[in-house]
């Protein structure tokens, strides 16, 4: 961030003064002079001439001043400048800017409104809509509090969160005699801005925005005052709601040591202390697929403040196209429950179609936030089941594990095929199906499968004794129900054939990774540590943003998930996935394609070298291929069942089935990077548009439409992605709460959509009301005083200044160095000399 800086100097006071820089000891330089003035004096007065007494000791004193002349310039005498800076005190004011701080408050005594509104310089309405940083600025702005400030000292202002951000370093216009610019940028000196008529109190503020998504006030005020400790610090200026919910939760130490060092701090706080009176509707779970006819369950959490007993009506509304319609409602006694109640909707999903299903509880009367009432989600309602046909090889974990699972699930119609079983063995296959006894045997069967899912299978016919025999025209069939007929085809790479026999078949195009095929070795191709180290897969940032990978509905639990149970970050304290054991190294992920999953160590040979790929998925023709190259996801079993096993499978099978399950292959699609943002992080927006052969566009941009929480909409242009032809992006700054819709419309139609919600962080939203107890604590253990921020402008008069003085001696000039100087010298030199002479030669002494 950039840094303009006024330096702020009271006053400089500047005195010349003669120095000698090889004169020596002090009680020496009498005792040179009485030599002197002795040797002149034993000179004349031994002379034997007729020279009176009074010419003699003046001749003496004249030789005597030849001699002092000499000695002077020996001790090579220099002007020095002695500057004396009289410095002013430094104070330090730090604003807080994180997410808390773009809350709204409600504040129930009318008195208090009047006051701040008095202090902001608005009406009472408009109290209530500004947000607590909204209402700083326009404080500070009114009672002029750090341009007062900046006239006794220098003023430093900091804005904080979970950093510590410069902004502005200022002097008061009286005070500021030069400035130091930075960034090659020139501001004028104190008061007004040079540029723009701006002062500097409006061009500090303007610079700052609530966005951190968490709030250490401990560990920025030691830093602060670290940066700063060889200043004279006369107090710093905390200026926040208190709501300290990272890093130190105390500091008595630090603050005990401010004290001693005679910093108070001066606390300002901001917001309502009472609890916020607040409805909020969290962790909307439900399945994206369904079957028309199924009772689709809607599982959410109701988190409240202020409403303990009463009773809340919670809505369903279904809109397609242009209409919404009420499809469920009921009502909730609402309990305390720092966890959030959980609570289900029931709905029998009736009518095949897209809908965008919106959750939505009442607005209770008084509550502060309006926009975390409502949670919304895309259900898709098919009048078929998903039909998956799963080929194994042998009997795997992995196999037995999945195929129960896609037995049991009422959505999907399941046929295995085992090619290590026997001919008398019933293939597994849910209940209203028939079990297979041979790969279809046509083209017409197979494409009436919406998924076909590959094991560890091998495709030599000739090789073994097996019951299912696959041949190179069943290959070139899957090839064309993915290209062609838009199916979904996902491979679960082995330790036999999966996928190294396939490097040279029909399927080696279609799949998102590039292999070699491994010669036969006698022992199957895999890396394997020892059995005691596993590793734990890395989500690519794709891979985070993707659903496939959303193992939870909680955004920040779903993430613990995945990273070391042990980090910092790890709020939950919960038990991360289990590791792999084994992978299949692939070469390289194909440049269409999107990686989720990257091995935490293990790089390919490339150049330069790149994670090896786990997980990916690509867009093949007018259908989806997914890899998986391991086979331990069971392990996620333990202790948990199916509950991140079958969700990962479950989620990538629908994914896989999308397109050929809703009966057209989609020419348009738009996403977002994920589904649930924070305020503060960058929303990128991705679009997918193929043209009427299904190719990628090749316009420079495309454009979308967003529907903003408010109602209104606006266009975003989506530039092309050099990287992947048919992409299109654009990123927003997810600056307002909500739930947002972005859609493209080709015509007259809406022919792809999304929708994301921009949420305030869980720690940010977990505490509103403002600290008033932390922030007490914190100003009367280092000698300061709490105040509110309506009366922010009495702080200038508490904070005394405190002045130290700064002196510095220069070198200027050699007297030698000096032309004037030394002509002068000479002159008065030979001017003695030659009286001198003519004194002695007429007393005829010569």
């Not at 000499?70 to 002013?88: A, C, D, K, N, Y």
């Not at 060889?230 to 130190?248: E, Q």
Request: net charge neutral; charged share 30%; with cysteine.
């Amino acid at each position: 961030m950039q840094l303009i800086q006024w330096l702020a100097v009271e006053t400089t006071e500047s005195k010349w003064d003669l120095r000698w820089l090889w004169m020596p000891k002090a009680y020496f330089v009498p005792i040179i002079f009485l030599i002197v003035i002795a040797f002149a004096l034993f000179f004349y007065f031994r002379e034997t001439r007729t020279a009176s007494r009074a010419l003699k000791t003046f001749c003496a004193a004249m030789r005597t001043l030849l001699f002092v002349l000499l000695l002077l310039l020996l001790f090579e005498p220099v002007w020095t400048m002695i500057e004396t800076e009289i410095i002013p005190s430094t104070v330090v004011v730090m604003i807080d800017d994180s997410l808390s701080m773009a809350f709204t408050d409600s504040h129930p005594d009318d008195d208090k409104v009047e006051r701040i509104a008095a202090a902001a310089g608005v009406d009472r309405e408009e109290v209530r809509k500004l947000t607590r940083l909204e209402l700083v600025k326009k404080i500070l702005r009114k009672n002029e509090a750090l341009a007062k400030l900046a006239e006794k000292h220098t003023l430093l202002v900091y804005s904080f969160s979970n950093d510590l951000a410069a902004q502005r370093k200022l002097a008061g216009p009286k005070d500021a005699k030069k400035e130091k610019v930075e960034d090659g940028e020139k501001t004028a000196e104190g008061g007004p801005d040079s540029a723009g008529g701006e002062d500097q109190t409006d061009i500090t503020l303007k610079g700052i925005r609530a966005h951190g998504d968490a709030t250490r006030i401990f560990d920025n005020l030691q830093r602060a005052y670290h940066l700063n400790r060889r200043k004279k610090i006369a107090g710093i200026v905390l200026i926040t709601d208190g709501c300290n919910n990272a890093g130190r939760k105390q500091h008595p130490k630090f603050l005990e040591g401010l004290r001693s060092r005679k910093v108070p701090v001066y606390t300002v706080g901001v917001g309502n202390p009472l609890p916020p009176r607040d409805i909020c509707l969290d962790d909307l779970e439900s399945n994206e697929i369904v079957i028309a006819g199924d009772v689709v369950e809607f599982k959410f959490s109701l988190r409240q403040s202020g409403y303990t007993g009463r009773s809340l009506p919670v809505r369903l509304k279904f809109t397609q196209g242009e209409v919404t319609r009420e499809v469920e409602k009921d009502e909730y006694v609402l309990v305390e429950d720092p966890t959030g109640q959980r609570e289900i909707l029931r709905y029998k999903a009736a009518e095949p179609g897209e809908y965008e299903v919106a959750v939505e509880a009442d607005v209770l009367d008084g509550e502060q936030d309006k926009t975390n009432n409502v949670k919304r989600a895309r259900l898709k309602v098919v009048d078929q089941k998903i039909r998956v046909l799963y080929v194994e090889g042998q009997p795997r974990w992995e196999y037995r594990y999945l195929k129960t699972a896609l037995r049991r699930d009422q959505t999907m119609k399941m046929q295995c095929l085992l090619q290590s079983a026997d001919m008398r063995f019933t293939q597994e296959h849910s209940e209203d199906v028939e079990p297979l006894i041979a790969f279809p045997l046509s083209k017409k069967e197979l494409f009436e499968y919406h998924v076909i899912i590959f094991g560890d299978v091998d495709p030599n016919p000739f090789r073994g004794s097996t019951a299912v025999r696959l041949i190179d025209e069943h290959l070139k069939w899957i090839r064309e129900f993915v290209l062609e007929r838009g199916g979904g085809f996902l491979m679960i790479a082995g330790e036999n054939y999966s996928p190294r026999e396939y490097a040279d078949t029909p399927l080696a195009d279609i799949l998102p990774v590039e292999f070699e095929k491994m010669p036969q070795s006698g022992e199957s191709f895999a890396v394997r540590g020892p059995i005691t180290r596993s590793f734990r897969p890395v989500p690519t940032p794709e891979g985070w943003a993707s659903e496939l990978l959303r193992l939870s509905p909680d955004s920040q639990f779903n993430r613990e998930l995945w990273v070391d149970s042990n980090s910092s970050d790890n709020l939950f304290d919960s038990d991360t996935l289990p590791g792999f054991y084994w992978y299949f190294p692939v070469k390289r992920a194909k440049p269409i394609a999107t990686v989720l999953l990257e091995h935490p160590t293990e790089l390919d040979e490339e150049s330069p070298p790149k994670p090896r790929v786990i997980m990916a998925w690509m867009n093949a023709g007018r259908g989806v291929t997914m890899f998986s190259g391991c086979d331990e996801t069971w392990r996620w079993r333990a202790g948990v069942g199916d509950r991140y096993f079958y969700r990962l499978w479950g989620q990538a099978i629908r994914f896989l089935a999308l397109r050929k399950l809703l009966g057209r292959t989609d020419r348009f699609s738009v996403t977002t990077g994920k589904r649930v943002y924070t305020l503060g992080e960058t929303v990128k927006i991705s679009g997918e548009f193929l043209d009427p052969d299904f190719n990628p566009e090749s316009a420079e941009t495309q454009t979308v439409t967003l529907l903003r929480p408010d109602g209104t909409t606006e266009k975003l242009t989506l530039s092309k992605d050099p990287h992947r032809e048919g992409r299109y992006t654009a990123t927003m700054l997810a600056e307002t709460a909500g739930d947002f819709t972005a859609s493209i419309e080709h015509g007259e139609k809406k022919v792809a959509s999304t929708t994301f919600s921009i949420e305030v962080p869980s720690r940010e939203k977990m505490t509103r009301q403002l600290n008033v107890e932390l922030m007490q604590k914190i100003a009367v253990n280092t000698g300061g005083e709490y105040t509110e921020i309506e009366k922010s402008g009495t702080i200038p008069e508490k904070i005394k200044p405190i002045r130290r003085t700064l002196s510095k001696r220069r070198l200027v000039e050699r007297v030698i160095d000096n032309s004037k100087l030394m002509l002068l010298f000479l002159l008065v030199f030979f001017g003695v000399i030659t009286i001198e002479w003519i004194l002695r030669k007429r007393s005829k002494m010569l």
